[in-house]
T-cell receptor, first 114, second 113 residues
């Protein structure tokens, strides 16, 4: 019974298009994150949110925009998609945004940009 | 920017053998080290954590930490084929409100029967 739901599980997009990756967590956590993982790069931190507020942004490109409509939601909008954006995008959460709280990951959205 | 280095990149051990994985952080402000395991096609799941010097054991898994050298190691004894996975080390720092768990590239472990 997954407590962090990511939709969709697989996504194919054409170069230049726009997609939204959905994430909802039912763990009652206050902090949420986006990570990206590809064959070329390790698990890479993108954004962190705490109580729906953006706390940290490590993504250089403004084409990636997180959106939090509710405390347990953190979507990721990606515009002007490029083949290099192909990766698995993991949503994660933790009880709070402090060092001693472990991360729980969703199953990921595997994005392929053609 | 903090870097987390893991070695070796890949490791093959026989079933029943001992696997030893290493991890070092470049940030002296690290509070916690974490080990996550990621089976192929799955998401990472936390295996163990350590924040004080010394050793912590949970079943077949033992974690060591040397805070002076910012080095942690994970040892898996009596390795099983089901232990075959990508092992990710993460280091977390909470200072000045800047909290960002950073992962290494991982060690790919294969346990062959």
């Amino acid at each position: 019974d997954p407590k962090i739901i990511q939709k969709p599980k697989y996504l194919v997009a054409v170069t230049g298009s726009e997609k939204i990756l959905i994430c909802e967590q039912y763990l009652g956590h206050n902090a949420m994150y986006w990570y990206r993982q590809s064959a070329k790069k390790p698990l890479e931190f993108m954004f962190s949110y705490s109580y729906q507020k953006l706390m940290d942004n490590q993504t250089a490109s403004s084409r990636f925009q997180p959106q939090s409509s509710k405390k347990n939601h953190l979507d990721l909008q990606i515009t002007a998609l490029k083949p290099d954006d192909s990766a698995t995008y993991f949503c994660a959460s933790s009880r709070d945004r402090v060092s001693n709280e472990r991360l729980f990951f969703g199953h990921g959205t595997k994005l392929s940009v053609l | 920017q903090q870097k987390v280095q893991q070695s070796p990149e890949s490791l093959i051990v026989p079933e029943g053998g001992m696997a030893s994985l290493n991890c070092t952080s470049s940030d002296r402000n690290v509070d916690y080290f974490w080990w996550y395991r990621q089976h192929s096609g799955k998401s990472p799941k936390m295996l163990m954590s350590i924040f004080s010097n010394g050793e912590k054991e949970e079943g077949r898994f033992t974690v060591h930490l040397n805070k002076a050298s910012l080095h942690t190691s994970l040892h898996i004894r009596d390795s099983q084929p089901s232990d075959s996975a990508l092992y990710l080390c993460a280091a977390s720092v909470t200072s000045g409100g800047n909290y960002k768990p950073t992962f290494g590239k991982g060690t790919s472990l294969v346990v062959h029967p």
